[in-house]
Nanobody, 126 residues
Framework: QVQLVESGGGLVQAGGSLRLSCADLGRTISIRTMGWFRQAPGKARDFVAGITWTSQTSSYADSVKGRFAISRDNAKNTVFLQMIGLKPEDTAVYYC???????????????????WGQGTPVTVSS
């Protein structure tokens, strides 16, 4: 059973960096496509980045391309989101999500993921 726990969020000044982690206590995500989504106050939850279980394919929202990087360590059942050049508009609660096993593409919609973490807040001050 997938049990996702995010960490690494916090308060950072604009231009700063953070590294989010998502660990699966159930130790099953090594075979799953993983995604990061974010939800700003009063807005819908949006796709940020995703990576297939082999790390062969990754995908990013246009708003974060060149600034965010998703990676994974399957031996540790953990996925990471390295964020640099943070902007105030990156302020949101960040969620990791797990998709079906052995997928070969990265989904960009919530319905393509069936397990979610509780989220970790990121606040970027100007």
């Amino acid at each position: 059973q997938v049990q996702l726990v995010e960490s690494g969020g916090g308060l950072v000044q604009a231009g700063g960096s953070l590294r989010l982690s998502c660990a699966d206590l159930g130790r099953t995500i090594s075979i799953r496509t993983m995604g990061w989504f974010r939800q700003a106050p009063g807005k819908a939850r949006d796709f940020v980045a995703g990576i297939t279980w082999t790390s062969q394919t990754s995908s990013y929202a246009d708003s974060v391309k060149g600034r965010f990087a998703i990676s994974r360590d399957n031996a540790k059942n953990t996925v990471f989101l390295q964020m640099i050049g943070l902007k105030p508009e990156d302020t949101a609660v960040y969620y990791c999500a797990a998709s079906t096993p052995f997928g070969t593409s990265v989904g960009h919609t919530e319905t393509q993921y069936d397990s979610w973490g509780q989220g970790t807040p990121v606040t970027v001050s100007s």
